[in-house]
């Protein structure tokens, strides 16, 4: 095994762990160890700083500002349009449908992405909505992350041609520009998806600036970062965000089992919300 180019001792991995824990409400285990330490190696080297301890004092002196940095570079941002595509087509045939009767009177639907990542989901939702929705509604997802760099991915909507897998040639050509010369390879989505989203960076554990009614919150693969007290208060106000039979989509290893009692399970990690 090659020799660090940084110390990285236990007790810079718990003062890590402390400080990602009290800002962000992330849970490290022990085997993101060596996560951790490549990941915050390169942003030691950009400060042009020598250890983890002085990188740790520099953290704590600069606070949120660089507590952002730090919570940019360890958590993982890898995902697709149409990820966990059974969420996406109970949406369009269950969910909206519902929607459109009982929001009859405001004509307006709000879906929340929390936990956005680069963009592929907030996307996915507003291909739904521009599918599905009828003209003369308005319509919006509001899309958050912690990280501000992927909310920025998200924002100016390009992407390599992979993250498409999951999309069908039909949606392909309706909803993405091919790039050419130099951009060959990569897609842009089209103005009228980015029209009905809006990209924002919202930490969980602090308050939400959200003054709309929200329908529906996807919340999927954000919790697993979670220990189970910070998961119940999160699904707790996700319940009180929520009017009654609102919907929460979870990513496909998450539960809400013996953590918040107050939605149904619908099947596939799609809840309803019950009290």
Not at 24 to 29: H, P, R, S, V, Y
Request: proline share 3%.
């Amino acid at each position: 095994m090659s020799e660090r180019e940084f110390d990285f001792t236990e007790k810079d991995f718990l003062r890590v762990k402390t400080v990602v824990y009290d800002f962000a409400g992330i849970d490290l285990n022990d085997s993101k160890k060596n996560l951790v330490y490549n990941r915050l190696a390169k942003r030691i080297r950009f400060l042009d700083m020598n250890s983890f301890s002085a990188y740790l004092d520099y953290v704590e002196e600069q606070g949120e500002a660089e507590f952002v940095h730090l919570i940019n570079a360890i958590t993982t941002n890898l995902t697709f349009f149409f990820r966990e595509n059974h969420h996406f087509e109970y949406l369009a045939n269950q969910v909206i449908p519902m929607l459109l009767e009982k929001n009859k009177g405001s004509k307006k639907i709000r879906i929340w992405s929390a936990g956005c990542s680069t963009g592929e989901e907030p996307y996915s939702i507003a291909i739904v909505l521009k599918e599905a929705v009828p003209p003369g509604w308005d319509a919006r997802v509001l899309a958050t992350d912690l990280d501000t760099n992927v909310v920025q991915t998200g924002q100016t909507g390009v992407y390599k041609m992979d993250r498409l897998k999951g999309v069908s040639d039909e949606r392909k050509k309706r909803w993405f520009l091919k790039g050419s010369g130099s951009r060959e390879g990569y897609v842009r989505v089209k103005p009228e998806l980015q029209q009905i989203i809006d990209f924002g960076q919202i930490n969980l554990m602090n308050e939400w600036p959200i003054r709309d009614a929200i329908d529906v919150i996807f919340c999927r693969n954000v919790v697993i970062y979670f220990d189970k007290e910070t998961q119940a208060r999160l699904f707790d106000r996700y319940a009180n965000l929520l009017p009654d039979n609102g919907h929460l989509f979870i990513g496909h290893s998450e539960s809400l089992y013996k953590v918040c009692d107050r939605f149904e399970l619908l099947g596939q990690t799609i809840y309803r919300k019950i009290r």
